[in-house]
């Protein structure tokens, strides 16, 4: 089982809709938590970071955490095209003392039609 | 203000050459990061330097790998005797100094690396 698991879609909606990524992981040393965009042949993009459980809001993205269920999901309100995108969640913790070390998942591509 | 910048933005080279791929991190970042982007792999660690501390390079794949980092600043990330299966994106990543807890990384844009 791989440390992080990311469903890679391809996820395509309409403009407008509300959009959910999610990741689930299997490393409860997992701490910090983070969700980056990536457009094409571009470097990635920090979107939201958090740390532990719990919720974060910046203006349409939501973050939420869940480290009972060992799982994380990125919410996008009012989806835009220019959203369209590779999401890629990662995280990081106290495993071997290394919490700068990223894990990521592979990414999901988002397509979102005007 | 600038941010992370890497050079060059693609390069080619013949199997068994050696290169060397320039970050630039953003200002005042004491933490810096080579990860590596393949199609099958997805985004992996390579190296972590902060500061004067010795670098982590637990995740350098093999010896042909090496990097370093002068003055606190720019980073060279250099491969020998380069193979195919190094075809890959190379990113490089900075951060403020960490204080034990996590670190909000911020990406360049990548040197695509091909080998032929």
């Known amino acids: 089982q791989k440390e992080v698991e990311q469903d890679p879609g391809p996820l395509s909606v309409p403009e407008g809709a509300i959009v959910s990524l999610n990741c689930t992981y299997s490393?409860?040393?997992?701490?910090?938590f983070m969700w980056y965009r990536q457009y094409s042949r571009k470097g990635p993009e920090l979107l939201m970071y958090?740390?532990?459980?719990g919720n974060k809001e910046d203006g349409r993205f939501t973050a939420q955490v869940d480290k009972s269920s060992k799982y994380i999901s990125l919410f996008i309100r009012d989806s835009q095209p220019s959203d369209s995108a590779t999401y890629l969640c990662?995280?990081?913790?106290?495993?071997?003392?290394?919490?700068?070390?990223?894990?990521f998942g592979k990414g999901t591509l988002l397509t979102v039609n005007p | 203000g600038a941010g992370v910048s890497q050079s060059p933005s693609n390069k080619v080279t013949e199997k068994g050459k050696d290169v060397e791929l320039r970050c630039d991190p953003i200002?005042?970042?004491?933490?810096l990061y080579w990860y590596r982007q393949s199609l099958g792999q997805g985004l992996e660690f390579l190296i972590y330097?902060?500061?004067?501390?010795?670098?982590?390079k637990s995740g350098l794949p093999s010896d042909r790998f090496s990097a370093e980092r002068t003055g606190g600043s720019v980073s060279t990330l250099t491969i020998q005797r380069t193979q195919q299966e190094d075809s890959a994106v190379y990113l490089c990543?900075?951060?403020?100094?960490?204080?034990?807890?996590?670190?909000?990384?911020?990406f360049g844009p990548g040197t695509r690396l091909t080998v032929t």
């Open positions: 958090t740390y532990s459980s």
């Open positions: 490393n409860s040393a997992f701490q910090y």
């Open positions: 990662a995280m990081s913790g106290r495993s071997g003392g290394s919490n700068y070390k990223l894990t």
């Open positions: 200002s005042g970042h004491t933490a």
């Open positions: 330097f902060q500061g004067n501390s010795a670098p982590d």
């Open positions: 990543a900075s951060s403020l100094a960490q204080s034990g807890g996590g670190s909000e990384q911020y």
